[in-house]
């Protein structure tokens, strides 16, 4: 007898990863220059110099310790650079003890789900959304409530969004730059969450946390500003992850911040922490704690992301594609030229092309394209896109 939940999670198929398997089967049939794979969203660009030279001194100077457990909620020494880093950018006060060091975005998420959860407990999610969301809040034994897409903006959709709030509300997750529509909240669309959040908590007469998912935060366009959510919301605790900034996804790393001044900020960092604990989260990887606490304040050379934008967003519109134009992240969520995006997606694939339909973002009608490519395989695909486009007219 094993668990049906689990064994359902570990069957269930993802149509990513098949997309990526079924490029990988294409490649060694037709030649992988002439695959276009648009499905996962793992960085192209690679970690800075600096990342790696201050790996190889931390080796060859620390190689007594730097293999070994820090505190469970990480090494003081790196989590103080992080409240840094922030107070530098942020003009903030953080401090180490309000930082848990995790294994990325992913467990980050998981911690505070747990740590926050009781049982009938609702958190809202706007889609389109990334959906492993789903799988993270049912594990920490809450419900997930999803609010369906605004899709002319990708910002929020108000209206339902105050239909689904209820004294059952713990928290509201958003993920800005987005995952998979690449927009960005602007301030307007942050400041009348927060006015909603605010009232409802007095109403409700219990704080609505806002958790903010921020793995790309790092990762915005010129002219674009990214405000930062515990200015706006002062109940906001923020997940992070070097996944992405610094193209760090295979060392699970990043963390959590539970500002001092949310509402029982010590006991929200405790169950934090005993949710790290419970699941198995604590210390994470101590090389990569030393190594992206001395590199924080840089980042990939993320300027190819910003040309891949362009690129695309240029042509796609100019072939008749419906594109909201993306402030950061590398997703382009363009509509589908026919109603169901699951025959969109198919018909793509018979031309190489191999982009992920919306409906498992919670965004029908849509697809995403992953554009952390080389500049080159944009071009070489532009001619796909232009035959699919043809076809539908
Ligand atoms: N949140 C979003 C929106 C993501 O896109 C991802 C990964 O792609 C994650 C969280 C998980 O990131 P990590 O690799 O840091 O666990």
Request: aromatic share 10%.
């Amino acid at each position: 007898m094993v668990s049906e939940r689990m064994k359902g999670l570990g069957t269930a198929r993802s149509v990513i990863r098949e997309l990526f398997e079924y490029g990988k089967l294409r490649a060694a049939q037709v030649g992988a220059e002439n695959v276009f794979d648009f499905s996962l969203g793992n960085p192209s660009v690679p970690a800075p110099d600096a990342v790696n030279d201050t790996a190889i001194r931390l080796l060859q100077e620390q190689s007594d310790l730097i293999h070994a457990y820090t505190s469970a909620q990480g090494a003081a020494d790196a989590r103080e650079r992080f409240a840094d880093s922030l107070n530098r950018r942020y003009g903030s006060h953080y401090t180490a003890g309000q930082l848990y060091l995790t294994v990325g975005a992913a467990a980050s998420l998981c911690c505070v789900f747990n740590g926050l959860a009781c049982p009938g407990d609702e958190f809202i999610v706007f889609a389109p959304y990334f959906p492993e969301y789903k799988v993270f809040i049912e594990g920490a034994g809450a419900k997930m409530v999803l609010i369906p897409p605004e899709i002319e903006a990708f910002q929020i959709d108000f209206d339902a969004f105050q239909a689904s709030l209820s004294p059952k509300t713990k928290g509201v997750l958003i993920n800005s730059p987005n995952n998979p529509s690449g927009v960005v909240y602007s301030r307007a669309t942050l400041e009348r969450l927060a006015g909603i959040l605010t009232e409802k908590s007095r109403e409700y007469g219990h704080p609505i946390y806002l958790i903010s998912d921020e793995p790309y935060r790092e990762i915005i366009y010129s002219g674009v500003d990214v405000p930062w959510g515990p200015h706006i919301y002062r109940d906001t605790i923020v997940c992070y992850s070097f996944s992405k900034s610094l193209s760090l996804p295979g060392e699970r790393i990043g963390y959590v911040l539970v500002p001092g001044d949310i509402t029982d900020s010590g006991d929200v960092y405790a169950a934090v922490a005993g949710a790290g604990r419970s699941l198995g989260y604590v210390c994470a990887p101590s090389l990569f704690q030393q190594v992206t606490s001395l590199c924080c304040d840089m980042t990939s050379d993320i300027t190819v992301y910003e040309t891949n934008r362009n690129l695309l967003v240029t042509s796609l519109r100019e072939m008749g594609y419906h594109v909201v134009e993306p402030g950061g992240a590398f997703y382009l969520f363009p509509r589908t030229l026919e109603s169901d995006d699951m025959a969109f997606s198919e018909r793509a694939k018979q031309l190489d092309l191999l982009v992920v339909p919306g409906s498992g973002f919670g965004a029908p009608g849509h697809v995403r394209i992953s554009y952390c490519v080389q500049t080159e395989t944009i071009r070489r695909a532009l001619p796909k896109f232009k035959e699919l486009a043809d076809f539908y007219k």
